[in-house]
């Protein structure tokens, strides 16, 4: 049973630049969400794609913008990218319906800014 | 608003008991349990609903004080597996929200 698996790995950019990084959900989620995890901090909530549109969003301005796709993998982009966006991103998947279900983490994108 | 967690830290000998604390200003919906391990993913342990459900791991426990908006996750019989940084996830009461926030974590470490 596959897991949630997230690609890149790492990926280095320079400021200014866009990035995408991507996601799969685990085997039977159709809902996606998408986390900044500082290092020494909490995840925190970017937004949840759920039926290829987005759910809810949390404090994130407009350059970090996402897609969820009919197969319900997802994209995050980021534009014009700053040093404050070095990071780990975390994509969770879970199923839909109520809110009490459980999110599976994948293994993180890190993303680095030069 | 951020759930504030205590302690920050603790350190355990195997075999010894600890209690994590996650406490919020807003009324909630449900309370998560997520352990991470350095360089891992977060793990779902637990979820604790108002009402008094609870879903989760068999060896781990905890609580929800729906008044005091508080939970605990109980770690009895500590063992080296159990070392990580404990984050609970709060899910605020309002039908439309989706939006799970993340305390600042708890570093658990247990020494043999």
């Known amino acids: 049973d596959a897991g949630v698996t997230q690609s890149p790995t790492h990926l280095i950019k320079t400021r200014g630049q866009q990035v995408t990084l991507r996601c799969s959900p685990k085997s039977g989620h159709d809902t996606v969400s998408w986390y900044q995890q500082a290092l020494g901090q909490g995840p925190q909530f970017i937004f949840q794609?759920?039926?290829?549109?987005?759910?809810q969003r949390g404090n994130f301005p407009d350059r970090f913008s996402g897609h969820q796709f009919p197969n319900y993998s997802s994209e995050l982009n980021v534009n014009a990218l700053l040093l404050g966006d070095s990071a780990l991103y975390l994509c969770a998947s879970s199923l839909s319906g109520t809110r009490n279900q459980p999110q599976h983490f994948g293994d993180g994108t890190r993303l680095s800014i030069l | 608003q951020q759930p504030v967690q205590s302690p920050q830290a603790v350190i355990l000998r195997e075999g010894e008991d600890a209690v994590i604390n996650c406490s919020s200003s807003k009324a909630l919906y449900s309370v998560h349990w997520y352990r991470q391990k350095h360089g891992e993913a977060p793990v779902f342990l637990m979820i604790l609903l108002k009402g008094g459900e609870q879903k989760g791991h068999e060896k781990i426990s905890a609580s929800f004080n729906e008044k005091k908006q508080q939970s605990s996750l109980y770690l009895t019989a500590s063992q080296l597996s159990y070392s990580g940084t404990y984050f609970c996830?709060?899910?605020?009461?309002?039908?439309?929200?989706?939006?799970?926030?993340f305390g600042k974590g708890t570093l658990l470490t247990v020494n043999p």
């Open positions: 996830g709060t899910l605020n009461s309002g039908g439309s929200n989706y939006k799970l926030t």
């Open positions: 794609y759920y039926e290829e549109e987005e759910r």
